[in-house]
């Protein structure tokens, strides 16, 4: 098994899952308001799935997930992340695309919110789907953001020599 990731990139992509809670909270906006039987999606391994296609294949297929978290990953890793589990006959069991399309689904049942995809929704409905979603993407986000005290970030361009401002010409000795 030939892994394109780095073993610190497969442990950074766990650890922004994790400690974001994110999977916890998508499993939980997932789940039906209803009683009845819980889902059991690994949204754990679906989040850490996305984050690495993203890195590998620049984009979000289904299929692309389930490779990275098939193919792409030690087995050590898939245990872990419960990608390749035990059946009650004690036969190994690996994700397969299907329940990653259920997660895909249940997002798609309890989570869209466009005027053209949830044209039935509420509008209070509506909102409540948004920020939830936003809530769970800036979770994620900020995990990766380095601490500070302030929440505005700016760049400085002072010294970056811009033509659109400069005389006609740039001065000789710059272009020597």
């Not at 690495?52 to 872990?80: F, N």
């Not at 929704?121 to 380095?146: F, G, K, N």
Request: charge should be neutral.
């Amino acid at each position: 098994m030939i892994t394109p990731f780095n073993p610190s990139v497969i442990a950074r992509a766990i650890e922004v899952v994790r400690r974001s809670n994110a999977d916890t909270v998508l499993l939980a906006l997932l789940t039906p308001p209803s009683r009845g039987r819980r889902p059991s999606y690994n949204t754990t391994a679906f989040l850490v799935g996305s984050i690495l296609a993203v890195q590998w294949k620049g984009s979000l297929v289904i299929r692309d997930i389930h490779r990275v978290l098939t193919e792409r990953l030690p087995v050590d890793m898939q245990r872990e992340l419960g990608v390749r589990t035990l059946d009650v006959h004690g036969h190994e069991r690996l994700t397969t695309e299907k329940d990653l399309y259920a997660i895909t689904e249940a997002v798609g049942k309890y989570l869209e919110y466009g005027a053209g995809s949830a044209p039935d929704l509420e509008d209070d409905d509506r909102e409540q789907r948004r920020a939830a979603l936003l809530d769970l993407l800036h979770s994620l986000l900020a995990v990766t953001l380095p601490a500070s005290p302030s929440t505005s970030r700016a760049i400085d361009g002072t010294g970056i020599w811009s033509y659109g401002k400069a005389p006609r010409s740039a001065p000789k000795d710059l272009l020597q």
